[in-house]
């Protein structure tokens, strides 16, 4: 540190108010949270001296012409001191901005011209009426929202999704709307008035809440005698109003029938099965975000948000949408927020950024509402996105100017508050439309998780195992609820947190059968058992729990497949799955082991091998218990995006047998190396040289990281990021990127997709999610590890847990 004295932005605009000679009135508006802290060294500007003090020795006094200006949510951490010396306004939303205010100007500037006034404020007016402020009523006292929003907001979205039906409708210097297109307008305003107050109004809610204003709606239709309706048979959530024939439609008639292919070598996490779900919701964000509205994604844990937001950014969107990809954390700040967004932008001309001319950005932000809470509540990258959303822009921090941003839209995905994740103000929710995202049904469940079962069963396997597929589906989404409902986190099991991401897991190694080792039925309910137990007894820690989780699995057995557990299992209590019985072998076959003397030797051969060929010789002494830890690490990397954490105590064997693991399926081992001085810029290079290897050289590794080596929390931040998408934000210098999208160019081109950077840097993240497999080691006991576990939920979120 020089200790130099740097200005920071409001000593400048102070500076530049109280020197500026003009009788102009000046205003310095504070807009965001006030806490006990910097308000503080304002008291002396806001008392009778009205001067400001900065720390360099300087002191600004206020002119007769300046007036500060605090725009805030609440006063709730402000000091007396603070509040005794300003005047107070309270600005009460429903006086201020009534519905009835904002549905007055949306008629008058909003829809389009060409629509008699007469006709067209009798008709728009008559439903704002008859159904918004019910709506909002209805939502207030009935529905339970993830996140709970405001009245204006909820109308503002509704009016964002109607007036993106009348793009046609409006005339231009070059456009006359066709007569045909004006007779349309008496015709479809209520239907689309309805779909609007669906997916505004109705769109925020729990999936219970779905069917309450189902009911609610359809009974107010009917009560004021409206010409419209919805198909009797679902909710009116599932259909879409159809421009062409002027009905409503189910969604999956608007999308071609869906042909799914699935192999052994097909990427799990990258299989989309098109529902309803997924179909609504990309057309609802591509809808809105196509007439720059922001918009929220918001549901539980494992829902499909990020993947179906990606999907769509990434193959759905006109070539003029350029989309940028960030995840928020406990530790971001908003200066990383600010650089990694900036970075990306071209200047346009003096004072104003965006995307490359005749482009627009997409920015989407993953787990929104993870930024931590500053002592006094505030959340600074959150208050930066609120600057842009209200201001269009923010300060450059060397030069201290304020610039315009242009073309950028924003999407946002994250979970209900709590367990590390915060409530975030609503000065900024306001401006997004959202996207409530349930929990997926079980209807749907079923669909996904059989479809793609059937398509891998296809591929050879015998009749009977084929036939069991419905059934195996239904026992393992019931399962999982039952598990979800009695497993529940306390503070000795704090990684108890289940979610779909689990079951998709189990489906996810039941695709790893081979039809040469699972030849029948009792074949198939073993391997069904194995995964299973891999995924949710592997993290249960005491015998209490385990025992129980065995009874329910011979409840299901007899359930389901009125088969008894001895049946299945014969004489033998453990199950091990591998494809490492061969060493050497050119076809590795994903089979059960049923010698495990022979297995025994195999793992005593390949520890012998491994010391053969490195320098830090491990002495394993190769028991049951140690054999079936390795075989569990193996069966976890061996998958593409496989990633384990281990929790033990230390010296239980968790980075050896991870090493021994990985040499098992022929990965090389990347640990970082903790010395004196180790910071984070060594950090950041070993992380280049991993993530490079996994994305340039297409080398399979496992990171092997410890909490022994947490230097600083950031770290544990950049793991979680590599987890969650296999990236480290703002991770690559310049050259860096270019060495990436030279070796990415190729690969693009014969793959056919778009040789843009966006699309190469896409390409370069995909070969390492399939290249990298992070081994985690850490002790569960005490405080610091469930901190970590809700601040950073991808540590149970993307991991398979082995207790």
Known sequence: ATHEWTDGILAELFRQAAYDTSVARKWVVFDGPVDALWIESMNTVLDENKKLCLVSGEIITMTGYMNIVFEVEDLAVASPATVSRCGMIYMEPNSCVPTKSLVASFIQHVVPSTWKEEERDEAILGLFNDFMQPALDFLRANLTEYVTTVNNNITQSHFKIYSGFFGPFYPTRTYEVPKDKMDMIPIIYAPLFFFSLVWSAGASCDSAGRKKFDKWLRGEMKKHQVTTEFPVEGLVYDYVFNMDTWKFVPWLDTVTPQVLTVTNETIFSEIIVVTTDVVRYKWIIHHLTTKDNHVLCVGPTGTGKTLAITDKLMND??????????????????????????????????????????????????????????QYGAQPPIELVRQYMDHRGWYDRKIREFFEIQDVTLIGAM?????????????????????????????????????????????????????????????????????????????????????????????????????????????????????????????????????????LMKKQLTKFFNMRMQEV???????????????????????????????????????????????????????????????????????????????????????????????????????????????????????????????????????LFTDTQIVKESFLEDVAGILNSGEVPNLFEAPDLEEIMSKMKPICVAEGLPVTKVSMYARFLRFVRANIHVSLCMSPQGEVFRNRLRMFPALVNCCTIDW
Not at 318 to 344: G, R, V
Not at 366 to 373: E, V
Not at 522 to 532: G, N, P, Q, T, V
Not at 582 to 598: H, I, K, M, N, T
């Open 569 to 703: 299992m014969g004489t033998s209590d453990r199950l091990i799955y591998g494809d490492f019985m061969q060493p050497g072998a050119d076809v590795r076959l994903y089979d059960e082991v049923s010698d495990f003397s022979a297995m025994q030797q195999v793992m005593v051969q390949y520890l012998d091998e491994y010391n053969d060929n490195t320098s830090k010789k491990m002495g394993l002494v190769m028991f049951i218990d140690a054999i079936e830890h390795t075989a569990r690490i193996a069966r976890v990397i061996r998958k593409p995006g496989g990633h384990i954490l281990n929790l033990g105590v230390g010296g239980s064997g968790r980075q050896s047998l991870s090493r021994l693991a990985a040499f098992i399926c022929e990965y090389s081992v990347e640990q970082v190396e903790i010395i004196k001085g180790y910071g984070t810029t060594q950090w950041k290079e070993d992380l280049k040289r991993i993530l490079r290897g996994c994305g340039v050289e297409e080398k399979q590794t496992v990171f």
């Open 317 to 374: 969107l006109e070539e003029m949408y350029m989309p940028i990809f960030f995840t928020f954390s406990a530790q971001t700040t908003a200066n990383q927020t600010q650089d990694l967004i900036f970075s990306k932008f071209d200047r346009r001309r003096k004072g104003i950024y965006g995307p490359p001319m005749g482009r627009k950005f997409i920015v989407f932000i993953d787990d929104f509402n993870m930024p931590q809470r500053e």
């Open 415 to 551: 979970g209900p508050p709590g367990g590390g994740r915060n409530p975030v103000t609503n000065r900024l929710l306001r401006h997004f439309n959202f996207i409530a995202y349930p929990t997926i049904d079980h209807e749907n469940m079923n669909r996904i998780f059989t479809s793609i079962l059937n398509a891998f069963l296809k591929n050879d396997f015998a009749s009977e195992v084929q036939e069991m597929s419905t059934l195996m589906v239904q026992s393992a989404i019931e399962t999982y609820d039952i598990i979800m409902q009695e497993l529940l986190p306390t503070p000795a099991k704090s990684h108890y947190t289940f979610n779909l991401r689990d079951l998709a897991k189990v489906m996810q190694g039941v695709l790893s059968a081979e039809s040469k080792c699972v030849k029948n039925k009792k074949d198939f309910l073993r391997l069904y058992i194995h995964e299973s137990t891999r995924v949710f007894r592997d993290r249960l820690v005491d015998d209490h729990d385990r025992e129980w989780y065995d009874e």
